[in-house]
């Protein structure tokens, strides 16, 4: 496996043309979601993210997720692969069980 292939995560938040991967890796097989973007056709024959897809993925990697972008094999489409690490999820369990089971509900204020 090249070790230019990588998932991208908090650590490389710009999504670049460069960060599109190969399909066919062993990254690529351990992914929970999928989300397909059109690219838009440049005026010089390129084709090119959409703003929206980019604001996407942003977002995705500023939540703590990590994502496998690649282009599809006509060249019209980027799939993104998208999963949790068990770090983020464990967190997000850990804040979850802080709200279900906070104090004061487990122990109500007592009247009087």
Not at 26 to 54: C, I, P, W
Not at 55 to 80: H, N, R, T
């Amino acid at each position: 496996m090249s070790s230019s292939v990588h998932p991208i995560s908090a650590q490389g938040a710009n999504v670049t043309s460069t960060d599109i991967q190969e399909p066919n890796s062993e990254l690529s097989t351990h992914y929970d979601y999928v989300m397909v973007f059109k690219l838009e056709q440049e005026e010089n024959g390129q084709r090119q993210q959409t703003a929206a897809a980019k604001d996407c993925m942003k977002s995705m990697i500023a939540a703590g997720l990590e994502i496998f972008p690649y282009q599809s094999v006509q060249e019209d489409e980027i799939y993104v692969l998208i999963r949790a690490p068990v770090s983020r999820l464990l967190a997000c369990l850990y804040f979850a069980f802080l709200l279900t089971y906070s104090t004061d509900s487990v122990f109500p204020h007592s009247v009087g």
